[in-house]
């Protein structure tokens, strides 16, 4: 780079992301667990919206999402002019960090947080601000012990990714009750359907003037190849929001597919029934196995093993069968193996690897 340019501030502290590994080399069976997808793959329904607006691809799509707002507010009850569609829950995350952080500013996120937080801050110019968390929980009085008077905005993954674990509401209000009134706490819910009897904290995104919850078509409805998520909060935050909201951020694709996906309640309850099941059923396979795993309120289970070192073997071991998981050292937990739940043939796959490995050792 020439010495007279110059990034702004942050950019070079970017470490890159690592996505989830997709291949395993001289395999055509791979079976890939490595990052929380729906193992039904896209709902036939959205795969039909996709394929009827191919011919419609000449048009420019529209800029205010109002069909795709509208499906949001008709199946979880939100208001529309209150919700603000990006590309993935990610760009929606850009959104408020670039909207309300800049040098100086602080964010705080906790100890096994998304690691998107951090790339996010520092695109912004802001300083993330990492919180421990007690027994792979996150910890409301370790944040709130982190609050200073740069805070700007608290980053909240709920339920977690990737501990799988899940705060309750209670917990959720006695944070937004213990923060100063001028700091922004996100609600990141891309997990939330798979947690039955939670609301993601959508109640407190309604009622107060400084929550957002967002969501995402990339999990449950099976849409991560897309990119495709939403914000939902006090519409004075979602107007600032939309200002730098590039006009035509979502293609008419995008659009049809997740409005199609979203009105689809039939699929989304077959989604989360199956992985209601699996997950039990691979946990208490894991635990059999004496593999240490907490409840999961996701698409995912945590796997503990002894140490790094046997971590590192079963991933091998997992390889060696054609399974692709996620190693979760940069988040935190070198013991740890992300699995995400499959069907009940993928999770078989991966007793039946566990069993063997165990076997073996
Ligand atoms: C997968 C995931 C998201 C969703 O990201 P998209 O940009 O919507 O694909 C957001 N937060 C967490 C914690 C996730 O694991």
Same mark, same amino acid.
């Given at each position: 780079?020439?010495?007279m ?16 590994k ?29 394929t009827?607006a ?8 529209s ?9 949001? @507010?008709d199946? /979880?009850? &939100?208001?529309?002019? %209150?919700?603000?569609? +990006?590309? =993935? ?12 952080t800049?040098?100086?500013d ?7 947080g998304?690691?998107?937080?951090p ?7 802001a ?13 409301v ?5 982190a609050?200073?008077?740069?805070t ?18 209670s917990?959720?209000e ?13 609600l ?16 407190l995104?309604?009622s ?9 078509? @990339?999990?449950? /409805?099976g &849409?991560?190849?897309? %990119?495709?998520?939403? +914000?939902? =909060? ?23 597919a ?37 409840d999961?309120?996701?698409?995912f ?7 790094e ?12 069968a ?6 979760v050292?940069g ?6 193996l ?19 490995f165990?076997d073996?050792?």
């Amino acid at each position: 780079m020439g010495s007279m340019i110059t990034p702004q501030p942050g950019i070079m502290e970017i470490a890159l992301y690592q996505g989830g590994k997709s291949e395993i080399a001289g395999r055509s069976d791979v079976l890939k667990l490595s990052s929380n997808e729906n193992p039904l793959g896209p709902p036939p329904s959205a795969i039909a919206a996709i394929t009827a607006a191919a011919t419609e691809t000449h048009r420019y799509p529209s800029t205010d999402h109002a069909g795709l707002r509208a499906a949001i @507010s008709d199946v /979880y009850g &939100l208001e529309a002019d %209150r919700v603000i569609c +990006g590309v =993935g829950s990610d760009e929606v995350l850009q959104f408020i960090c670039q909207a309300f952080t800049g040098p100086g500013d602080e964010i705080i996120h906790t100890e096994h947080g998304f690691s998107m937080y951090p790339i996010l801050a520092h695109m912004a110019g802001a300083t993330p601000v990492q919180v421990a968390e007690v027994d792979r929980q996150v910890s409301v009085d370790n944040i709130l012990a982190a609050v200073t008077e740069r805070t700007r905005v608290v980053m909240l993954t709920n339920p977690g990714n990737p501990t799988g674990t899940i705060i309750p509401e209670s917990e959720i209000e006695r944070l937004a009750d213990g923060l100063p009134k001028g700091v922004i706490l996100v609600l990141d819910c891309a997990y939330i359907e798979y947690a039955a009897g939670h609301d993601g904290g959508e109640a407190l995104a309604r009622s107060r003037e400084n929550v957002i919850m967002t969501r995402t078509f @990339s999990k449950l /409805y099976g &849409l991560g190849g897309l %990119r495709i998520g939403f +914000g939902y =909060g006090p519409k004075a935050l979602i107007d600032v929001m939309t200002r730098i909201r590039q006009p035509y951020n979502l293609s008419v694709v995008q659009l049809v597919a997740a409005e199609a996906a979203a009105l689809d309640l039939e699929w989304a309850k077959t989604s989360v029934e199956m992985n209601a099941s699996e997950r039990a059923r691979l946990t208490c396979g894991l635990r059999q196995q004496g593999i240490a795993c907490d409840d999961s309120h996701t698409n995912f289970v945590l796997a503990r093993f002894a140490d790094e070192g046997e971590a590192a073997a079963m991933e091998t071991a997992f390889q060696a069968a054609g399974i692709l998981v996620r190693k979760v050292g940069g988040y935190g937990f070198p013991e740890g193996l992300r699995i995400t739940v499959g069907r009940p043939e993928d999770n078989d796959r991966v007793l039946d690897a566990v069993a063997k490995f165990k076997d073996a050792s």
